[in-house]
T-cell receptor
Framework: KQEVTQIPAALSVPEGENLVLNCSFT??????LQWFRQDPGKGLTSLLL?????REQTSGRLNASLDKSSGRSTLYIAASQPGDSATYLC??????????FGKGTRLSVIA | SAVISQKPSRDICQRGTSLTIQCQVD?????MFWYRQQPGQSLTLIAT?????????ESGFVIDKFPISRPNLTFSTLTVSNMSPEDSSIYLC??????????FGPGTRLTVT
């Protein structure tokens, strides 16, 4: 059964820093991996989707990579801003099966 | 992408009662899922809502407690039955697209007193 682990559980950085959030998964046959953002008390916003044939995806200041052989994904946030403060969740799945979620990394960017 | 709405957005319910949560999607989708997020925790899949047949439940979740309907390709309901304070959570509806991307509704915040 797929298990997804996220490290660190919480992270606090000063504004302007570049940072990396880590995600590992146990099932190397994963087909796709998604990164989400969740603000307190809110739903999930999809940030990036990496399909199994891809190695990375970029959107603005965000870059996500996927290494299936090592069972790892990273989310890189460049030039962090206070508005980036949120919980970041990674989730993986095989094909059209439902996503399995990690416990998230709670990010605080201090002005 | 898909736009998903949920009703109600939040509710406070008494122990022993039931609440039905509605999920509406702006386009026809094949895959619909219901998740639960308990306070301070990540998301746990409750079930896959199947159109025209019984939902597929994950281990630890049963139909009597969480009956699900899916009458068509754009709508589903989740009922939380005989509620207890342990059912206090955010309940989220999700849909899967053809390229295996999942989108989530805004969630229903349930508090059981």
């Amino acid at each position: 059964k797929q298990e997804v682990t996220q490290i660190p559980a919480a992270l606090s950085v000063p504004e302007g820093e570049n940072l990396v959030l880590n995600c590992s998964f146990t099932d190397s046959a994963i087909y796709n991996l998604q990164w989400f953002r969740q603000d307190p008390g809110k739903g999930l916003t999809s940030l990036l989707l990496i399909q199994s044939s891809q190695r990375e995806q970029t959107s603005g200041r965000l870059n996500a990579s996927l290494d299936k052989s090592s069972g790892r994904s990273t989310l890189y946030i460049a030039a962090s801003q206070p508005g980036d403060s949120a919980t970041y969740l990674c989730a993986g799945a095989r094909g059209n099966t439902p996503l399995v979620f990690g416990k998230g990394t709670r990010l605080s960017v201090i002005a | 992408s898909a736009v998903i709405s949920q009703k109600p957005s939040r509710d406070i319910c008494q122990r022993g009662t039931s609440l039905t949560i509605q999920c509406q999607v702006d386009s026809q989708v094949t895959m619909m899922f219901w998740y639960r997020q308990q306070p301070g925790q990540s998301l746990t899949l409750i079930a896959t809502a199947n159109q025209g047949s019984e939902a597929t439940y994950e281990s630890g979740f049963v139909i009597d407690k969480f009956p699900i309907s899916r009458p068509n390709l754009t709508f589903s309901t989740l009922t939380v039955s005989n509620m207890s304070p342990e059912d206090s959570s955010i309940y989220l509806c999700s849909v899967g697209t053809g390229i295996y991307e999942q989108y989530f509704g805004p969630g229903t915040r349930l508090t059981v007193t």
